[in-house]
């Protein structure tokens, strides 16, 4: 067994953040993730971050910004939070070198973005996340922080007891990827999930193929709630074969959007009279839907993206990473001919709940990042809002892990006198079939009981073994079963119907059949099987359990989809074309007990920490 | 001087090889897998019959583990070819719909994660920047040459990350500014003179393309000696740290083994003009008078 103070599972923007952070608090930290930090998502971020720098600004217009930008569905210590640490933690990033684009005086440069009532991205040309991973993996080596590279977590090592909130998390379960090897991870402090987006829950996302939700699912089998799974967030210029981003940078230059028939719709149709092709995310991504569902699309599928008309000069100048993408991703030349472009999934506003400090329910388990919803970014994340998220809450998180006291947190995790259960009338029941392996419905992942009951508290390290025996008992069924059913199958049918039903426009049968859809792939995963016979590099058993992952990924959002039945942010539902406040400022949670999805919901915090966020209609 | 962080692997019981005997379960399972891979390539077959628009491509084959796989060889797939397809997407849908065994690394899709560097038709390209529409038909994909082959197309990438560990790939400065909410001043030609090098997604493609790092497993190699420039030429990180930092490159096997042959220019899919960096690295050491091999 390994053993370190402090795991850190993942090493994107905010499982590195956190690691530096416990590391700097004299822990002992290792980071397992299953791709090396270098290929992690955060990567592939583009416009910057946001953060209060310069005179003229403050961190209160941030988080007014952010609260509007979240439609009212942001907990206002989780956004002030942000937003005052946001400059330091900046600055601290161009302290480890990352080379920020400067202004003349040689101070970092910032921009205007979406949203934001002041030019307050900082940025590194179009190549943002790039840096900011590379900067905190270069800090990780010089700090000499053990990696556990091309590792795959598949559990949680959590203590047995029918109170979630009486759990404890004692470490992790992984294997070796290269090898097979499975081996228990015992963590003496923490484990601070930070697995990313579960973007490939969809089959048109800007996610890279490892963003599987592995974090989420983990921890809500483990009892920890999903919060906000509905809120989802599609970007309107996707490349159509792959998904690739393009750039909200080519609109904001003068790009057009024209239909099959030559129309500038966002005009023509009357989708955003004023601000046409530079309406926001979701009003944009809606127009395109709309435009091809009604038999105006090119192809039946996507629009034109056309930026010819701005010029050779310009778009190599400003543009030029766009004309790459277009060739390299879609054998498009920019120069010549217009772009295809669609919607896409982008990123995922809710996930595990946390409070400002990281920690979620189960003491010794905390979650940082996309995979997180510590609540800043409601029912819609403004552009530029994740990437301060990553360093803000990874540094807290990783300190708090480490050991540090950070004072106790305003969010509340769990039920508390203000919880409410939630009732919606589902087809089917969709979470109470057993997934072939036996141990994975157990209340926690830790294992049985014990026979004497809970007075005995186990010990940390029988709770890992117990959490390794059940695991090694997973992989083998898996392993050894001769025939049934492979993964890609499941995978393909299971984003399929997500992307027809749980997309930028909601019905309540769409959401209705997503939900049988997903009941019919979690009973054919009991009969899956593993074809790869080797333990050498072995994609399909990995991939294989990822699906699993996917599974109760998609099942929360389709859930707290149908719960919602309102408008807001990112969440469209024809049935409901307005916000309603009176009923829904508040959260939704989706608990796993006993192998039950239970929902309900928690109010929002509005109250900051010298004023209250006064909700306003948001228009477009 | 700082240690560089640990990658830790150690070993297991189920190595490569026959450390381990193999139960008859396996062996069962293995030949029943032989016959399902015959059968998947007849069917790949059919299809390439029946569709006019396939793409025929030869994936290398090899594992370890796997008695029909330990004596390397070519698959052949045929897969249906669409407009805009990349190499990674025919790679992904033989895995998806023919073989699930088939491995390779491969994560973003958008040329920034830097794990599917395949040798492709003979040359180092990531197989998602790669359009198959700009291929010689079959397309040819093998692992990247001179890395150690660990399953099919996956390399052993450990000793080339350990090589760019060795240049202390991180930032250096006893200068920082007081107030943390200061940042250090770089002009923007400073920043523009390291930004190709800031580019790197540690893909491995140069030092696959290398004949010098080929031969000499202890040269340090294009993309370690350009990341070293990335840092030596930042201005922040002031002049002791530059010399410190020309020392690492000068050593034996440092930038004087390059012998300025530009494969490594021609593959880096970043453009990153490794060659220009490393040329210039001989340069500044020359100026400094350091040691010369
Ligand atoms: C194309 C694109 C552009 C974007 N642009 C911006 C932008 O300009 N500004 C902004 O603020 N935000 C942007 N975002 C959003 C932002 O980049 C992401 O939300 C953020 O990078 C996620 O970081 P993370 O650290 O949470 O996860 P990731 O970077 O995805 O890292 C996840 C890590 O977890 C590991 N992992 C996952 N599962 C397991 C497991 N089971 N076992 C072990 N390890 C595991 C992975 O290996 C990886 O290291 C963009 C997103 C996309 C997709
Ligand atoms: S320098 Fe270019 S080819 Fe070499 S590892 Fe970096 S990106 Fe790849
Ligand atoms: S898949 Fe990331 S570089 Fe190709």
Redesign the interface.
Known sequence: MHEHDVLVVGAGGAGLRAAIAAHEEGADVAIVTKLHPVRSHTGAAEGGINAALREGDSWEDHAYDTMKGSDYLGDAPAIETLCKDSPEETIQLENWGMPFSREDDGRVSQRPFGGLSFPRTTYAGAETGHHLLHTLYQQVVKRGIAVYDEWYVTRLAVSEDPDPEKRECHGIVAFDVQTGEVAGFRARNGVVLATGGPGQVFDHTTNAVSCTGDGPAMAYRAGVPMEDMEFIQFHPTTLPSTGVLISEGVRGEGGILYNEKGERFMFEHGYASNSGELASRDVVARAELTEVNEGRGVDDEYVHLDMRHLGEERIIDRLENILHLAGDFEGVDGLVEPMPVKPGQHYAMGGIETDENGETLVSGLYAVGECACVSVHGSNRLGGNALPELIVFGARAGRHAAGTDLGEAIIRTGRTEDTEIGEVDTPVAPGAIHAGDTDDDAVADGGEPRADGASVVPEPDEVVERALTAENRRIDHLMEKDEGIQQAELREKLQKTMTRNVNVFRTEEGLKQALRDIREVREQYQDVYVDDPSRTFNTDLQQTIEMRNLIDTAEAITLGALARDEFRGAHWRQEYQERRDEKWLKHTLLSWNDGTPELWFKPVILEGEDKTYEPKIRSY | M?????????S?????GDAKPRSP??DR??Q??AT?AEQSQRESEERAAEHENTVEIKVFRY????EEKQEPRFDTFHVPF?????VL?AVMYA???Y???L?????????????DAFFINGRQRLG????I?ELDTPVRIEPLPHQEV???L?VD?DSF?EQM?AV??????NE??ED?????????EN?EK??MG??C??CASCMSSCNIAAGDDQYLGPAPISMAYR?AM?E??GEDMKEHRLRIIEQEHGVWRCQTQFSCTNVCPKDIPLTEHIQELKREAVKKNLKFW
């Open positions: 700082s240690t560089p962080a640990t990658r830790e692997r150690e297991t019981e189920v190595d490569a379960h396996q399972r293995l029943e897998k399902r594992d370890p583990e796997v669409e407009k805009g397809m990349t997407d895995r998806d719909h073989d699930s065994s491995t390779f690394r491969h994560s973003c899709r958008q040329a920034i994660c830097g794990s998602c920047q790669t359009q529409a660990v399953k099919d996956v990438m990350y560990e202390e790939p991180y930032f250096q400065t920082l500014p943390e909410l200061a940042e250090q001043r770089q002009t923007r920043r390291i930004k800031t580019r997604i540690w840092f930042d922040r990180e």
